[in-house]
């Protein structure tokens, strides 16, 4: 089993930037992708930034150009650097690890509320 613990939510306004913490422990798999996903009231759950274990980004067009998804492989930690912020960035955003190989096991982080203020 693979546990994900969120941080670094908040509320900040329009322009300003925050960062979000996601560190894994556990049984995590070697080859893996872990990534922020975000769900809005009434939106489904959306793809914001992932990156694997060998370093490959993808970002989500919404955010490209303002947020960025570093990883610490060390620390088994991923962070979602989030600057220009928007009043439509406002969601719940959650952690999610994804093992790349069979058996594909999936986890996710308990979510962590981010409100960006016009």
């Known amino acids: 089993q693979v546990q994900l613990v969120e941080s670094g939510g908040g509320l900040v306004q329009a322009g300003e930037s925050l960062r979000l913490s996601c560190a894994a422990s556990g049984s995590i798999p070697s080859i893996n992708a872990m990534a922020w996903y975000r769900q809005a009231p009434g939106k489904q759950r959306e793809l914001v930034a992932s990156?694997?274990?060998?370093?490959?980004?993808t970002y989500a067009d919404s955010v490209k150009g303002r947020f960025t998804i570093p990883r610490d492989n060390a620390k088994n930690t991923v962070y979602l650097q989030m600057n220009s912020l928007k009043p439509e960035d406002t969601a719940v955003y959650y952690c999610?690890?994804?093992?790349?190989?069979?058996?594909?096991?999936?986890?996710w982080g308990q979510g962590t509320q981010v409100t960006v203020s016009s």
């Open positions: 999610n690890l994804k093992q790349l190989l069979l058996p594909r096991d999936a986890y």
């Open positions: 990156i694997t274990s060998g370093g490959t980004s």
